[in-house]
């Protein structure tokens, strides 16, 4: 694990760069500040002047400013459509993005982003939960396709190599907690086929574009009948289909995500057509992001959703490189 991949600060010291933070906005907006969650970054919930906010501290070496700002761009435009998603606070200069340097020279960016309400669906639910995610994904999709990226736009690549490459954003798969090392044969051999799969699929603006990422159902929310979307932190360029692959994130080896996959595909054929080439392509896709997990297990072992997975998820892992390998199956399920 290093530092590029997973925020070293205690949690005391994050508390305190929330509350330097806080300083730059209205004295409305002072109050009680509650760590949420950690993953990529630090979440914390603002309770100030009877509102909820969320207050995301990014971590070093992962964004610069002018990706964040860019992010906020996308989701300004989507709202405009009337996608449902996260909107920015201003601060008293009227600035979105916060910059903070630390004492040892590094910067931090936050951002606090108006609370959305909702409530987020578990695996528990009815499959048709992934319907409902596969269907405001392709609204997403269409709104990518034709939204005329304002200059200056930037974000993260997700690609093969960005993914699952020794050098990838979240590290090296082989540290992957309990992955043993007679194993990593079958890995690299999947991640060959998947390199070259995905090399002859090509980057063309109909297949790859900018996405969210992580569009599972934690970042879900249901509220009187509408869909709304949270957490753009991982948007970027990528194929499109790998929103697929993500809607399954850490639960691939679930025995019902194949019923799960099915029914995303049928939510999202409701908005936009998948043609034959992507769907070729989805059991790649979804290999491939199983990978990119391992990668994140080992350099976020420190997490709660890391040390969550428990002992025998890097075996399910290789059993569905495996699967992905001697079958036309999908790399899915018990």
Avoid at 8 to 14: E, K, V
Avoid at 174 to 195: F, K, M, S, W, Y
Avoid at 288 to 294: E, K
Avoid at 307 to 319: C, E, K, N
Wanted: glycine letters at 6%.
């Amino acid at each position: 694990m290093t530092a590029k991949q997973y925020d070293t600060l205690n949690n005391a010291a994050l508390l305190h760069l929330a509350e330097m933070t806080l300083l730059r906005y209205p004295a409305a907006l002072q109050g009680k500040l509650s760590l949420l969650c950690r993953s990529e970054n630090a979440t914390f919930l603002l309770e100030a002047g009877g509102k909820r906010y969320a207050l995301r501290l990014h971590r070093a070496d992962y964004h610069q400013r002018a990706d964040i700002e860019s992010e906020l761009h996308w989701l300004d435009a989507l709202r405009e459509t009337g996608i449902d998603v996260p909107q920015a606070v201003v601060d008293r200069e009227g600035q979105s993005v916060q910059t903070l340097t630390l004492e040892d020279g590094s910067v931090r960016h936050a951002v606090l982003f108006h609370w959305i309400e909702g409530e987020m669906p578990g695996t528990d639910v009815d499959p048709r939960a992934f319907q409902q995610l596969g269907n405001i994904t392709a609204r997403l999709h269409q709104h990518s396709r034709s939204w005329q990226r304002p200059a200056g736009f930037q974000r993260i690549t997700w690609d093969h190599h960005s993914m699952v490459s020794p050098q990838s954003h979240w590290g090296d798969w082989r540290d992957a907690p309990n992955l043993r090392v007679q194993d990593h044969g079958i890995v690299e051999q999947t991640i060959a086929r998947v390199g070259s799969t995905l090399a002859e699929f090509g980057k063309e603006p109909r297949n790859y574009g900018l996405i969210h990422a992580d569009l599972r159902l934690t970042n879900l929310l249901l509220y009187k009948g509408e869909t709304r979307v949270i957490d753009f932190d991982d948007c970027g360029f990528g194929w499109y289909l790998h929103d697929l692959a993500a809607a399954i994130s850490f639960v691939e080896h679930h025995p019902r995500a194949a019923e799960w996959v099915d029914h995303w595909i049928r939510g999202y054929e409701q908005v936009a057509h998948i043609t034959d080439a992507e769907m070729d392509r989805v059991p790649t896709l979804l290999i491939q992001r199983r990978i990119q997990l391992l990668a994140w297990a080992g350099s976020h072992a420190e997490t709660e959703m890391a040390q969550s997975l428990g002992p025998q998820w890097a075996d399910h892992s290789v059993r569905l490189c495996r699967r992905y390998l001697e079958t036309r199956d999908l790399p899915v399920g018990a």
